[in-house]
């Protein structure tokens, strides 16, 4: 019933801007916890950003923070990701997360999440 759906990806050079979209279905936006991870070739998946349920409060891995921004919009069901300043270091498969009963402290981890998108890809060029 929940359907997670990423779009927004593409190649891009490194101080470009680019803004991924997750739509959601099934879903009533405010009840769930909403996540971006992403993954590069050979390496482990990293949280990027959170949106938290109820809240609205956002957080971020250390290695975005004050480059990306995750927000939503509650009458279409989506949710975003606006990433600025790209750097080669961001090139990875995006993904979109969700989960209804998540607890702070397994916020970065992504077996915690229920629901996945089929990820995005992105990649910045020097």
């Known amino acids: 019933q929940v359907q997670l759906v990423e779009s927004g990806g593409g190649s891009v050079q490194a101080g470009d801007s680019l803004r991924l979209s997750c739509g959601t279905s099934?879903?009533?936006?405010?009840?769930?916890?909403t996540a971006w991870f992403r993954q590069a070739p050979g390496k482990e998946r990293e949280f990027v950003a959170a949106?938290?349920?109820?809240?609205?409060?956002?957080y971020y891995g250390d290695s975005v923070k004050g480059r990306f921004t995750i927000s939503k919009d509650n009458a279409k069901n989506i949710v975003y990701l606006q990433m600025n300043n790209l750097k080669p270091e961001d090139t990875a498969v995006y993904y979109c997360?969700?989960?209804?009963?998540?607890?702070?402290?397994?916020?970065?981890?992504?077996?915690?999440?229920?629901?996945w998108g089929q990820g995005t890809q992105v990649t910045v060029s020097s």
């Open positions: 949106l938290w349920r109820n809240t609205g409060r956002t």
């Open positions: 099934g879903l009533t936006s405010t009840s769930y916890t």
């Open positions: 997360a969700a989960d209804k009963n998540l607890i702070l402290s397994s916020m970065t981890t992504s077996r915690q999440y229920d629901y």
